[in-house]
Antibody, heavy 125, light 109 residues
């Protein structure tokens, strides 16, 4: 059974870089069928997609965060990571990693079928 | 980027049927997916594609789509269905990303 687990510091100072890792177990991150991504949820608010990566390293990012986000993959460790630079209090959130899947049935569809439990990151001095 | 619009809150009497909607231009080109999130928990996928349920999701959950609107229907809502529900879809504005709706808080009375 595929499992995802986020890890990283729970507290980051303003203007510094937030770094999180998602470890994948029970399956290979190098599967050609999936993308892997990050989603966040500020306290009391909705979900926001941050960005996604393919095992080859191909990425796409939320335009509103693109200038500050880097996602990279380490297939040897079966994990992928997020870096978000120049953080402010607005970046305080629960950060989730998830597997992205897709299909076609007259129309294409994209969905996130396996999620990590999430990790809380607070930006504060 | 594209936007998906959901009603902030919906309520349903126990055992009755409720429809949660999601509107957006991208839904003319892509099916929506739906997620259930309970307090303090990660979202879980409940509907994807035309009307597919992951293993373990009760068959009282169903999905449909028409024009720019996707709907999640719960037929015979149970107390344990009280949660936040989010739709998501591919961004159709030219950016190869995904977008989420703002979420709907479902209250089961």
């Amino acid at each position: 059974q595929l499992q995802l687990q986020e890890s990283g510091p729970g507290l980051v100072k303003p203007s510094e870089t937030l770094s999180l890792t998602c470890s994948v177990s029970g399956g290979s991150i190098s599967s050609s069928s999936y993308y892997w991504g990050w989603i966040r949820q500020p306290p009391g608010k909705g979900l926001e997609w941050i960005g996604s990566i393919y095992y080859s390293g191909s990425t796409y990012y939320n335009p509103s965060l693109k200038s500050r986000v880097t996602i990279f993959v380490d297939t040897s460790k079966n994990q992928f990571s997020l870096k978000l630079s120049s953080v402010t209090a607005a970046d305080t959130a629960v950060y989730y990693c998830a597997r992205h899947n897709s299909g076609y049935d007259r129309y294409y569809y994209y969905y996130m079928d396996v999620w990590g439990k999430g990790t809380t990151v607070t930006v504060s001095s | 980027s594209s936007e998906l619009t959901q009603d902030p809150a919906v309520s349903v009497a126990l055992g009755q049927t409720v429809k949660i909607t999601c509107q957006g231009d991208s839904l003319r080109s892509y099916y929506a997916s739906w997620y259930q999130q309970k307090p303090g928990q990660a979202p879980i996928l409940v509907i994807y594609g035309k009307n597919n349920r992951p293993s373990g999701i009760p068959d009282r959950f169903s999905g449909s789509s028409s024009g720019n609107t996707a709907s999640l229907t719960i037929t015979g809502a149970q107390a344990e269905d009280e949660a936040d529900y989010y739709c998501n879809s591919r961004d159709s504005s030219g950016n190869p990303g995904v977008v989420f709706g703002g979420g709907t808080k479902l209250t089961v009375l």
